[in-house]
């Protein structure tokens, strides 16, 4: 009896199969000597093995050709899962709504950013991808389907050749140009070639009707029927994995997680390549059930290389995968001598014709993937995560940079500095000549109101050109703390590893302050001092004592009330000059200590109130920046979770 | 056996000033280093510094010796070629994959060897020495003056020998690339060698090792894919040899190449030329195409003062130093009468009890301070507008980091070069004295003649002293014409006082313009030194490096 101790999760499988315990102990320790199996697998089979004829006794195996169905499949399989045939079909379409599920989700974000790592989380996420679409959900709908064998390895390590002989004629292209096969080629019985053709298995890639080997390039895969193969087997001669040509590495990792069993084929000059190794590896992650072909074994000093072999495979962790040699040989018509492969076929067609052991095969690769999806999509969420806080980390560069601003103006605005150049110059020539009291007006009945306006001749120039000052002054503090701030995100993001890419990309546009600011600060500012007068007008009740003797012109005040915020007589040039507080003493003389001190805080507030407005809208732009670079947001990480979740809860 | 040496590429012959050129490029690209610092980025310019020492270290060792590695996938047959090529078992062979993990060493001629080899970091146990005296049954003097190296694998699970393959690839003379007919479209080799060092196709040779393994006919098909291969890779009229370790003259074939590259002794330079070549080119962004601007333009230039003018406030500084002078003018020559009669009238700070603030008021005008820093911010903003559009980005960004390099404190420095323009407004010119003298007079005058006119009263129409002791006091008639020469005293001085205004509001605005006209003059200076000057040495830094990069690539 030939068993199926193919990987280590045969063991929980073993568990629930009975059948199964007494013979897997024994098999799985075999060693691959090439002399020690055929006997058994030629006894089986009747016949001799070797050219055409072994297929006869292949086909006439009374091998149930299952139609596609939960409840046939469960009926074919044994006492093991009849237990769990009543729930079958409540759980498969459980099980095929949470793995679309998953899909679906796997399909709604990118990997935008550039960070470390990321290449290997986008190839994970094709992986599961196409994992989830080639394999798991055509393989638990389509559960009577033959066994599907990938052959996979390394360039120039016979793959093909291997094919060619198993099936017994020249199906596959060899040849000493590497490498030499660029369509992947399956084979199988004339009775599932029509479900290979159409069906649900690798929905990706089209479909070519062997045999055509010759002339099919990309991702054409080419199904040839023979009927030297049992019904329950299908051999799939996928593309190499290290060659120059990228596009069949990626065959042949789609094609590896799209198979039941993968039989890794390499040489004795290559098995040390790190590539054999990283697939293997991964291999064993994505939860497939491993054979391990090592070819091209020179004669004489053979066992010193399959002994490192074995230690190899041992310490990279698949040592319990099953292993079989073959030596350097003559290949006539692109096959190798019957008895060189004769264990390798026996192990094959056993697994495949007793439907109790490939049921096992495809239950433990089926239940080993499903298993894999437990870790490997956290492990994607995590690298979700991971652009997810680049991508906090690039808003978080953007908020500072606005804080900062926003804090270095209203410091700016109280400590003086401000009042400075044009603004003091007015403001001198304004206070300096007396214009600033005539402000003040002594009551003295109706009659006085037309005789100040005839005395008043340059105050309103000089009162305009401080108001024009003190605007243009407040603006252009404005706008240059904005460009500065904006000058201070994009270095930022320039020094920021995921940032140059943003910038690149859809940010290529900002500039350093957007181009309209100008226009909405002139409105922010002047709409401030309109805000002030009207705080003067309206709030600015004078003192009783006061009110009776003076009377004022509130747009001069508000003047006054904007250079007393603005921090007169705090900086020390204006100290200096023995005018300190000035404004501030006026006012409170006007107003009103209580009064004056909630005007400013009310001014001030405004004034910051409208700065923080226009910082806000230019923060936006790097935000919406961020949002069109199409970089996830937490929500996509939390859904991979719960999407995990349900797919334990639908097994 | 094949061994089908494929011709190499034409050797010229090795010129004398081959030497000088590759020295003045390595000046070059020194030069671009040290331009470069602080703007250029920094991965790059480490790249050129390493470069530049291991050039400077490789040119000053032995230039007799041609250092050649021998490099490939595990199993290839690099070590077996080793020996054969040495015709002695130095490196260990064998079935076990991987089988080499120590870069082995052997040298043909020992004169100068010893420091190459301590360079290249070759174990003291793994160097061997093929001197006359152990040869003697080849004429190995042919290879006199060859270094090879046996390299570990760069394919194999052991990640330790693919970084000792990566350190002497960048360091060797020619490069050998063993490959064999199952191994020689890897992808390892391909996109990890001989996509990366397709520049070197000089000093690059391909190996098709083992032969042997394949049909006879087999060999020129398999040659040619590996021809087509590379030379799709970008690897220019590759150098391909096939040898077989196995047979007794499979070797031969590339003994001759090696032997000619050898006696050329063009290896070593041609090699350091690549890589100057291949580091220049990526400088090569940093070299804008359109030729740049000397400095700051006459407009540009014109617009900063302006700009920076109004961000000192130097129009109304100018103004408001005007009204002072004015107000200080009027103290002299206004007419007192008229200063006397404004303080009659109710003043609104006396009612508030804030008399004192009045003087304090007067006391403003302490001259200019600073200027707006927000101002300044944006013109620099702007001047380096127009120069640095056509600038790669990274030396945009130092023009305007050089612009920007004083900005904090040029408003002091504006301020103080305001300030310097002042003093022709603090004088008080002398006719000033004389006419405050003569407004005293006319008010004494009238006051004189208000007296006069009550004492007339008093004793003409009064009587008040008896009998008129003096016709000047005692006579009523007089007091008409008394009083029109009160009238026209108080007259005299109020035409003074606005005549006096006038002169003094000419005078004023003289002296202002003047005195715009020497801020004008101090803010150019100021913007010259602290920002025109930065960004033309910045410009001219640029300049130098492009004639760098030029010097490099050429």
Known sequence: ?651 | MTTAAIPASPAGPASPDSAADLSGRLTALDRMVELGTGRLDDKLLGDAAVLLERAGERLRLSGEHTVVTLAGGTGSGKSSLFNAICGLELSPTGVRRPMTSKAHACVWGLDGAGPLLDWLDVDKRHRYARASALDSARSDSSLQGLVLLDLPDHDSIQAVHRAEVDRFVTIADLLVWVVDPQKYADAALHRNYIVPFARYAGVTLIVLNQVDKLQPGEVDDCVADLRRLLEAEGLAKPRIVTTSAASEDGVLGFRDVLVDTVAARRARSERITTDVDRLADRFAPYRGDAEPPAGVSAQARTELVEELTNAAGAPAVAEAMESAYELRAADFVGWPVHAMIARLRSDPLRRMRLTELREELRNAFTGPVGAQQGDVDNALVRVTEGITGDLPAAWARSVRAAARAHAAGLPEALGASLKDALPTFNQVPRWWWLVKTWQYFLVLATVLGVAWIGLLVAYGVFKVGGENPNALLGEPGLIPYVAVLVVSTLGMGWLTSSACRNMVALSSAKHGERMEQHMLDSIERVADSMIIEPIADELDVYARFRAAVDAARS
């Open chain 1, 1 to 651: 009896m030939v068993a199926s101790g193919v990987k280590s999760t045969a063991e929980t499988a073993a568990g629930s199969s009975e059948s199964r315990g007494e013979t897997a102990g024994e098999t799985a320790v075999t060693s691959a000597k090439p002399s020690e199996k055929p006997g058994e697998a030629g006894a089986k089979s009747g016949e001799k093995p070797g050219s055409e004829t072994a297929g006869q006794g292949w086909a006439a195996a009374p091998v149930p050709s299952e139609p596609a169905g939960g409840k046939a499949g469960a009926k074919g399989a044994g006492q093991a899962r009849s237990a769990a045939a009543s729930r079958e079909p409540l759980r498969q379409s459980d099980l095929t709504r949470a793995l679309s599920d998953l899909r679906d989700r796997l399909d709604t974000f990118e990997f935008v950013l550039e960070v470390p790592g990321v290449e290997e989380a986008r190839e994970a996420r094709l992986e599961l991808r196409n994992q989830l679409e080639d394999y798991a959900l055509p393989r638990i709908q389509a559960a009577g389907v033959p066994m599907l064998v990938v052959l996979g390895g390394s360039t120039g390590a016979g793959k093909s050749t291997l094919v060619n002989t198993l099936v017994g004629s020249r199906v596959s292209a060899t040849g000493v140009l590497r490498p030499t096969t660029s369509s992947p080629i399956l084979v199988c019985h004339p009775d599932h070639a029509e479900w290979f053709l159409k069906g649900p298995m690798l929905p990706g890639m089209g479909r070519v009707r062997g045999p055509a080997p010759d002339a099919i390039a990309g991702d054409q895969l080419v199904i040839i029927s023979s009927d030297v193969l049992p019904p329950g087997l299908a051999l799939l001669d996928s593309p190499d994995f290290d060659s120059v040509f990228e596009d069949h590495y990626e065959f042949a990792t789609k094609l590896m997680a799209a198979a039941d069993l993968w039989l890794c084929v390499t040489t004795a000059a290559r098995y040390a390549d790190a590539q054999v190794w990283q697939m293997l590896q991964r291999a064993r992650d994505n939860g497939a059930s491993i054979g391990v072909v090592l070819s091209r074994v020179p004669q004489g000093a053979g066992a010193e290389v399959v002994d490192h072999f074995g230690e190899m495979l041992a310490e990279q962790g698949v040592g319990d995968a099953r292993r079989f040699t073959i030596p350097e040989t003559r290949v006539e018509d692109s096959r190798l001598p019957e008895e060189t492969i004769e264990d390798i076929r026996a192990w094959l067609v056993g697994v495949a014709e007793d439907a109790t052991d490939r049921e096992i095969v495809v239950g433990d690769t089926l239940g080993g993937v499903l298993d894999s999806f437990r870790t490997r999509i956290p492990e994607l969420a995590k690298h979700v995560e991971a652009q997810v806080e680049q991508r906090a980390e690039l808003a978080q560069l953007v908020e500072s940079a606005y804080g900062t601003a926003l804090a270095e103006l209203d410091e700016a605005t109280r400590n003086g500095s401000l009042l400075r150049g044009e603004v003091l110059a007015r403001w001198q020539d304004f206070a300096g000549t007396g214009d600033l009291l005539r402000a003040l007006h002594v009551r003295r009945g109706r009659l006085s109101l037309t005789r100040r306006s005839s005395r008043r001749h340059r105050a309103p120039s000089r009162v305009r050109s401080l108001k024009a000052a003190l605007r243009s002054g407040l603006e252009s503090l404005i706008l240059s703390t904005a460009e500065h701030a904006a000058e201070q995100v994009l270095a930022g993001w320039r020094g920021h590893p995921a940032g140059g890419q943003v910038l690149a990309g859809p940010a290529a546009t900002l500039g350093t302050a957007s181009p309209e600011l100008s226009r909405r600060v002139t409105r922010a500012v002047s709409s401030w001092q309109d805000h002030v007068q009207e705080l003067i007008r309206t709030e600015g009740v004078t003192k009783r004592s006061v009110a009776k003797l003076v009377s004022f012109d509130s747009e001069a005040l508000s003047l006054v009330l904007m250079i007393g915020l603005l921090g007169y007589g705090t900086s020390d040039v204006a100290v200096e000059g023995g005018t300190s507080a000035v404004p501030q003493r006026l006012l409170k003389a006007l107003f009103g200590a209580e009064s004056l001190r909630g005007m400013g805080a009310k001014a001030r507030a405004d004034l910051r109130s409208r700065i923080g407005m226009l910082f806000d809208e230019e923060a936006i732009r790097f935000g919406q920046a961020l949002d069109a670079a199409g970089i996830p947001d937490e929500t996509v990480p939390v859904q991979l979770y719960q999407a995990t979740y349900n797919l334990e809860v639908a097994r």
